[in-house]
């Protein structure tokens, strides 16, 4: 699991950049032909890995009610958002990793409640859940790389 975490960390840091090199009007450009901006896919794979991971093993979520309903699988954008939404979703970028690691090392992980993605796999553990989110979360990247190209 070690590579798999390393996997994670290097993701979000690539995703911290873009937050942090692109200024907020670019961050909230929903190019002609997308549903989604730059800041969406990044808020969309941190809720995304705490659905994975943490709900579906039954434990609590380090991110709000309110973002798992704008940032959560079927939703586009809906507005802009603004710098402290920003800072907001770049401190979960690694917070969650972290608390990921640390909670996967103590053995929290006990139960979970299977699930099928859109890829029609079905995760049946935590480390299913870690290891199919790096594959959702390269996805999202090349998303944001599209995105890029057109703002």
């Known amino acids: 699991m070690e590579f798999t975490f390393d996997i994670a960390l290097k993701n979000r840091a690539i995703f911290k950049q873009f ?3 692109f200024t907020l009007e670019q961050l909230n450009t929903v190019p ?4 989604n901006n730059i800041f969406w896919n990044v808020a969309h794979t941190v809720v995304t890995q705490q659905l994975l991971v943490y ?4 434990l609590d979520m380090m991110v709000s009610d309110d973002l798992v309903e704008r940032y959560r699988k079927g939703t ?3 507005g802009d958002v603004t710098q402290t939404q920003v800072d907001e979703i770049k401190a979960l970028l690694f917070t969650t990793i972290e608390k990921t690691i640390e909670d996967y090392n103590n053995k929290v ?3 979970y409640n299977e699930y099928t993605v859109s890829t029609k796999s079905t995760l049946a ?3 299913d859940a870690i290891a199919f989110n790096n594959f959702h979360e390269g ?3 090349g998303y944001i790389l599209a ?4 703002i």
């Open 125 to 127: 553990s935590a480390e």
């Open 109 to 111: 992980f006990k139960t």
């Open 76 to 78: 586009k954008t809906e």
């Open 147 to 150: 995105l890029k190209k057109n």
């Open 55 to 58: 709900k579906l093993s039954g």
């Open 32 to 35: 002609e032909g997308y549903s």
């Open 139 to 141: 996805i999202h990247l």
């Open 19 to 21: 937050l942090e090199q």
